[in-house]
């Protein structure tokens, strides 16, 4: 059993920077691609972005390439999103998982964008 907690989020003005951390416990992700995606209020989840089980490939939804980078310290059984650039669409509940959803969703970290 794995369980993820993710961390970080918080109220950003458009324009500022957040860093999100999302650490496993029960059971080590190494051997994973790793994901972060988001849910917006009244919007389904949606991918975000995913990282191979070792780092060394990365893969970005459309919307967020150039903005955001997803990086991975498997040591510590932790994965990351720096956010840069913040949109108020960015606003979401922001959740980490494997690359398909294998392992039960935590809660989420809420990060809002203000204009």
């Known amino acids: 059993q794995v369980q993820l907690v993710e961390s970080g989020g918080g109220l950003v003005q458009a324009g500022g920077s957040l860093r999100l951390s999302c650490a496993a416990s029960g059971r080590t992700f190494s051997s994973y691609a790793m994901g972060w995606f988001r849910q917006a209020p009244g919007k389904e989840r949606e991918f975000v972005a995913a990282i191979s089980s070792s780092g060394g490939s990365t893969y970005y939804a459309d919307s967020v390439k150039g903005r955001f980078t997803i990086s991975r310290d498997n040591a510590k059984n932790t994965v990351y999103l720096q956010m840069n650039s913040l949109k108020p669409e960015d606003t979401a509940v922001y959740y980490c998982?494997?690359?398909?959803?294998?392992?039960?969703w935590g809660q989420g970290t809420q990060v809002t964008v203000s204009s």
């Open positions: 998982n494997t690359r398909f959803g294998a392992f039960y």
